[in-house]
């Protein structure tokens, strides 16, 4: 099993930046591809960014691409994502999310270890 825990969702206003991280716990490894999903309010959820196990390949969302930027500490077991230049629509709660082989996917049902989310809201 693997644990993964969220940190350093909050409030902030359009334009401004946020840094998430997921500490990961458990029976983890560097070899897991992990990512961050969203869900809006009323929304299903989507996929935002992944970063592969072997070789750190991303793969992002055209939403967030050039704002966004997922990276991973594999010392720590630490998965960050820096969000920049954040616009209300980016408003959701954050999912930190792994599986358990190292290629890069953007369906959430290939995941297989999930977060309880991190809340990040837009206050324009």
């Known amino acids: 099993q693997v644990q993964l825990v969220e940190s350093g969702g909050g409030l902030v206003q359009a334009g401004g930046s946020l840094r998430l991280s997921c500490a990961a716990s458990?029976?983890?490894?560097?070899?897991?591809?992990m990512g961050w999903f969203r869900q809006a309010p009323g929304k299903e959820r989507e996929f935002v960014a992944a970063?592969?196990?072997?070789?750190?390949?991303?793969v992002y969302a055209d939403s967030v691409k050039g704002r966004f930027t997922i990276s991973r500490d594999n010392a720590k077991n630490t998965l960050n994502l820096q969000m920049n230049s954040l616009q209300p629509e980016d408003t959701a709660v954050y999912y930190c999310?792994?599986?358990?082989?190292?290629?890069?996917?953007?369906?959430?049902?290939?995941?297989?270890?999930w977060g309880q989310g991190a809340q990040v809201t837009d206050t324009s």
């Open positions: 458990g029976r983890t490894s560097s070899s897991k591809a």
């Open positions: 970063i592969s196990g072997i070789d750190g390949t991303t």
């Open positions: 999310a792994a599986r358990g082989s190292s290629i890069v996917r953007v369906s959430a049902s290939l995941y297989d270890y």
